[in-house]
């Protein structure tokens, strides 16, 4: 059974920077598996934000967060990284980790980011 707890989150100015983690316990992911960081904003639905393949480290980010965001991963420790500079208001949300496709079973509480002046 995987479990991802998602941390990282909080308050910040626009402009500012954060850098969320997803630690995933239960399973090692195989060499297949892409990993996702999905947000969802008030009164929106959730999408995907970010993902990256386990094995060769390839990553695809959504237009709105290119050259802002940059996703990661440490193979060994299990986790995935994501780290959001040049913050906007509109990036304000809850954001996830999941694998990509997501699975329904793997949604965790996610972590809170809220980007305000």
């Known amino acids: 059974q995987v479990q991802l707890v998602e941390s990282g989150g909080g308050l910040v100015q626009p402009g500012g920077s954060l850098r969320l983690s997803c630690a995933a316990s239960?399973?090692?992911?195989?060499?297949?598996?892409?990993m996702g960081w999905f947000r969802q904003a008030p009164g929106k639905e959730r999408e995907l934000v970010a993902f990256?393949?386990?094995?060769?480290?390839?990553?695809y980010h959504t237009d709105s967060v290119k050259g802002r965001f940059t996703i990661s991963r440490d193979n060994a420790k299990n986790a995935v990284y994501l780290q959001m500079n040049s913050l906007k208001v509109e990036d304000t949300g809850v954001y996830y980790c999941?694998?990509?496709?997501?699975?329904?079973?793997?949604w965790g509480k996610g972590t809170l980011v809220t980007v305000s002046s």
């Open positions: 999941n694998s990509n496709p997501p699975r329904s079973e793997f």
């Open positions: 239960g399973r090692t992911f195989s060499s297949n598996y892409a």
């Open positions: 990256i393949m386990w094995s060769s480290g390839g990553t």
